[in-house]
């Protein structure tokens, strides 16, 4: 990413309805499809850290950030031990060491998204999962993706054949932020066509009460992890194992 969006990033990760909102989806993905007694945990790309302390009631989570800057942000938070790493040839962890593996919007940054899922596999125990998410639809790149050094945006059958290519299984996929996906599949694309400067992008907290509005909406698609496919949205989750 462009180096001005960590500092954003560390700023506004607890308060912003998008992070808040993913993280009770995430959340709730692991009670749903782990024991969360003592889990071993690694985020991979953990970026500048505001999902440790969620994951850290699950059991010992570590970090591993390829970016310096947002590496020593994440550490400043003193909930996880932060590794440098780079996938899919650069893990400084050992072949089934863990329990979870959280990729959170990471995959779509990197160029061998099947290389690096086969890689993460060999880091699970027998047992563990990755939970994972990647932006939805390729009709909706705008220069959000840009800004962010995006490769790729992924439909269904397009992740489930990169997992298949990794010699992983899909237990569960589907899309979500789907309540809140006709309005930002509109702003995305009127932002596309008015050619904004992708080097200018700073992601703002909206005013409380449309941040805990927006939240809520989002938030409300825990319901159904598990349970249900929904058939659209702006991102992707994904639950998948050896």
């Not at 893990?91 to 779509?108: G, K, N, Q, W």
């Not at 086969?118 to 027998?126: D, E, P």
């Not at 927006?214 to 496919?229: N, P, Q």
Request: aromatic content about 8%; proline content about 5%.
């Amino acid at each position: 990413m462009h180096p001005s969006l960590y500092e954003n990033m560390y700023k506004i990760e607890g308060s912003h309805w998008w992070f808040r909102g993913r993280r009770k989806i995430v959340e709730t993905t692991i009670e749903r499809y782990l024991d969360t007694s003592g889990l071993s945990i690694l985020e991979a790309g953990c970026g500048t850290g505001g999902n440790l302390e969620m994951l850290s009631k699950f059991g010992k989570v570590a970090g591993m950030e390829l970016n310096d800057h947002a590496r020593e942000l994440a550490k400043s938070r003193g909930v996880a031990q932060i590794y440098p790493g780079r996938l899919p040839d650069q893990l400084p962890f050992d072949m089934c060491s863990t329990d979870l593996i959280v990729l959170l919007d990471v995959l779509e940054h990197i160029g061998p998204d099947v290389d690096s899922l086969a890689a993460l596999g060999q880091l699970l125990k027998k047992n563990g999962r990755i939970i994972m998410t990647v932006p939805a639809f390729p009709f909706l790149w705008s220069y959000h993706d840009e800004c962010h050094h995006h490769r790729r945006r992924y439909t269904r059958k397009s992740l489930q054949n990169v997992i298949a290519e990794a010699g992983m299984t899909v237990e569960y996929i589907s899309y979500i932020n789907s309540i809140l996906f006709p309005v930002v599949a509109l702003v995305r694309i009127l932002q596309r066509l008015r050619g904004r400067n992708m080097h200018k992008e700073e992601i703002a907290v909206p005013p409380q009460p449309v941040n805990r509005l927006l939240e809520k909406l989002f938030g409300m698609e825990k319901a159904v992890i598990g349970r249900l496919r929904i058939p659209f949205g702006v991102s992707l989750l994904a639950v998948i194992k050896k």
